[in-house]
C-alpha cells in the first residue's frame, strides 16, 4: 500500500533543533510536490513549508521563516523529503503532517485549505512537543 509516513518528532527544549523526514513508501516523489502542516490543540491547520516536485521553489509560513529549512534530494526516483527545525519554540509545537500534491505547483502545497485528491497522499503525521 502506498503511503507517506513521517518520523523525527519528539520532545525537545526551547532552542532546539529537531529534523522530520516524510518518507514515500510504495511509490517515489518526483512528480509531488510537498508541504508541511501542522496542527496545535485548539488552533487551525496552519501550512509550515512546502518545496515544489523540482526543488527549486520553496515556501514557508512567516512564523518559522528564517529557522526552518525543506528540502529534497533531486535524484530520481526520491522517496524522501526532510524539515530541519532550529531554534524551536513553544509555538511550534504539534502534529506535523506531510502531504503529497500530485502535480501541484508548491505554493498550493503551503495553503492551510489544502486538501489532498484522489491522487495526493496525507501522513498520519508525527508529534513535536517544544518544552519552554
Known amino acids: 500500500q502506498s503511503q507517506l509516513v513521517e518520523s523525527g518528532g519528539g520532545l525537545v527544549q526551547s532552542g532546539g533543533s529537531l529534523r522530520l523526514s516524510c518518507a514515500a513508501s510504495?511509490?517515489?516523489?518526483?512528480?509531488?510536490?510537498i508541504g508541511w502542516f501542522r496542527q496545535a490543540p485548539g488552533k487551525e491547520r496552519e501550512g509550515v513549508s512546502c518545496i515544489g516536485h523540482r526543488g527549486g521553489i520553496t515556501g514557508y509560513a512567516d512564523s518559522v521563516k528564517g529557522r526552518f529549512t525543506i528540502s529534497r534530494d533531486n535524484a530520481e526516483n526520491t522517496t524522501t523529503v526532510y524539515l530541519q527545525m532550529n531554534n524551536l519554540r513553544p509555538e511550534d509545537t504539534g502534529v506535523y503532517h506531510c502531504?503529497?500534491?500530485?502535480?501541484?505547483?508548491?505554493?498550493?502545497?503551503?495553503?492551510?485549505?489544502?486538501?489532498?485528491?484522489?491522487?495526493?497522499?496525507w501522513g498520519e503525521g508525527t508529534l513535536v512537543t517544544v518544552s519552554p
Open positions: 510504495g511509490f517515489s516523489l518526483d512528480y509531488y510536490a
Open positions: 502531504a503529497a500534491g500530485w502535480a501541484r505547483p508548491a505554493q498550493a502545497m503551503c495553503a492551510p485549505s489544502f486538501r489532498p485528491g484522489p491522487k495526493d497522499y
